[in-house]
Each structure stands twice: as C-alpha cells, then as structure tokens.
C-alpha cells in the first residue's frame, strides 16, 4: 500500500516536471519563430534599403541566432547589421 502512493507521488512530481518543461519549450519555439518572421519581415519589405542601409542579409548564422534567441537575438542582428557588423 505504501509502495503504491510512494509510486503515485513520484508521477505526481515526473509530471509536473514535465509540464513545467514543457511550457518552456513551446515558450522557446513560438519565440524562435516569431524571431525569424521579424527578420524575414524586415527582409520582405526592404526597410534598411528605405533609410539608406545595405538590404539585410538572411545566412545560416541569421538563422542560427534567430533560432536561439528569437526576437531579442533578430532585433540584435538589426542593430549589429545598422553598425555594419553582421
């Protein structure tokens, strides 16, 4: 009987661990995404070109940041690109 609740409590825990990481992920994903249609956007509707910039270049790097950092890591690209860093 104990080994029975004892087992039931450690579900209990696995999956609230779970849940939480889960949230997390799909937090991460929508992030990533909407980080690579904000520089896909900014590519589609030539907006550097129109202040006078260089158009943005979209490579594996781009993508690779955009997929790890999501918005904050496509708005970092914009500022590094205005610098002519990236």
């Given at each position: ?10 579900c209990?825990?696995v ?8 949230q ?6 929508i992030?990533s ?6 520089l896909g ?19 594996w790097?781009a993508?690779?940041v955009?997929a ?12 590094l690109?205005?610098f002519?860093?990236?």
């Open positions: 009987m104990i080994g029975t609740l004892i087992l039931i409590i450690l209990l825990i999956l609230a661990v779970l849940w939480h990481l889960l997390n992920i799909v937090k991460l994903v992030n995404i909407l980080g690579l249609l904000l956007i900014v590519k589609f509707l030539n907006i550097f070109p129109l202040f006078g910039f260089p158009d943005i270049e979209i490579g790097i993508v690779i955009c790890i950092a999501g918005i904050p890591g496509a708005i970092l690209l914009m500022i690109h205005l002519g860093l990236a």
